[in-house]
DNA sequence: TGTACATCAGTGAACGCGCGTTCACTGATGTAC
DNA sequence: TGTACATCAGTGAACGCGCGTTCACTGATGTAC
């Protein structure tokens, strides 16, 4: 049963947005195509007549979830706001809609071209927008205060996420937040 | 062919050094138990006379190369040097024999109990040795800047091995180098 | 110390299951006239 | 505008392969006497 090419369309970005949420939550190799496709309310068969492999799906995921970083930042009034809302047990409880770098930055660094060139755009604007916020004396110094910034956030969010235990788990969310959202980089 | 009693110790350590080596290197599910038990020179069949599951496994793993990274630590003269290493070329390079949490921080939040409390406990430890190089007014200033280093060099060297351009890789070092080997957090 | 037997580390084949990919088919959409 | 046909998004079954796990077996080690 042939769709309209909106519908199509609508059904494509559904797809991607749903796989750019499970992947985050389970890994790449956590989750399938089939349980991508029926979440998109879709049969796996019909996979292949969008994208050309699994790992074609990844790259489309990963710069979405890339893109929604980046509104992310772009709408944050001022670094500490982001910081805080970055660093909040909230963003650590939403996997799946929170930071592409966090939840797979590690297994990205073993995936193929794709996933991996969608990281490093996100990473370069990131740094870019966060250095507009420092008030370091240079611009390079203020780029080297945005990648470490980026760094800091990005290990806070992995670690908060990957300790079994609550209350260090908001231990390192709050050190991140009064370390990275202050004034000192 | 049964053998003694110190050769089993030995395969059986054996094999948790190599899970530990591949688990880093391609992810738990990047790597499967035959290749493991090959690796280490033995064939799959004998796997679960020494583990009660891949995941018990793992969780030895993790164990095995939080203590190795716990040494390294240790064996550092001062902060500076430790970040030095930590963010050199060659760390980034030698995933397989590198810090654990950079190379499965991500992917161990969706792990079982066993892997999470190897992580939470070398989480712990090495805050705590990083907090004694620090020079924070009170105890847990210095702490809160413990975690924060440990947050940024993780997350530094996490987004130097994601990113696929070599020169942006070699600027995150730079940057986590500067600021977190230096006297400010 | 020597002998007989029990133990058990390791072997290799097999089982099930899940998953990425392929394919023939369906039927509504899109298009040519 | 209406009709006939081509296109193609989506379906559902099937294929292969890899992997975690199980199991009967082997034969050297460990132990009881």
Redesign the interface.
């Known amino acids: 049963m042939r769709v309209t090419r909106e519908k199509a369309a609508e059904n494509r970005a559904n797809v991607v947005a749903t796989a750019a949420r499970l992947f985050r939550e389970?890994?790449f190799?956590?989750v399938g195509l089939d349980a991508i496709m029926a979440e998109a309310g879709l049969t796996h068969g019909g996979f292949y007549r969008h994208f050309g492999s699994k790992e074609g799906l990844a790259a489309e995921a990963v710069a979405h979830a890339g893109a929604v970083g980046e509104q992310r930042l772009a709408d944050a009034a001022t670094r500490a706001e982001f910081v805080a809302r970055y660093l909040s047990p909230q963003h650590r409880d939403d996997?799946g809609g929170g930071c592409m770098?966090?939840?797979?930055?590690?297994?990205?660094?073993?995936q193929g071209?794709g996933p991996?060139?969608g990281?490093?755009a996100h990473?370069?604007t990131q740094i870019e927008r966060l250095a507009g916020w420092l008030t370091g004396r240079s611009t390079p110094a203020r780029?080297?205060?945005a990648?470490?910034t980026?760094?800091?956030?990005?290990?806070?969010l992995?670690?908060s996420?990957?300790?079994?235990?609550a209350e260090?788990s908001e231990?390192?969310l709050?050190?991140?937040r009064?370390?990275?959202g202050g004034r000192?980089?």
């Open positions: 389970k890994g190799d956590g996997v770098l966090a939840a797979l930055g590690g297994e990205i660094a073993r071209a991996r060139q990281l490093t990473v370069r780029r080297q205060q990648i470490a980026l760094a800091g956030i990005v290990g806070a992995v670690l996420r990957a300790v079994d235990d260090l231990e390192i709050a050190a991140g009064a370390v990275y000192a980089a």
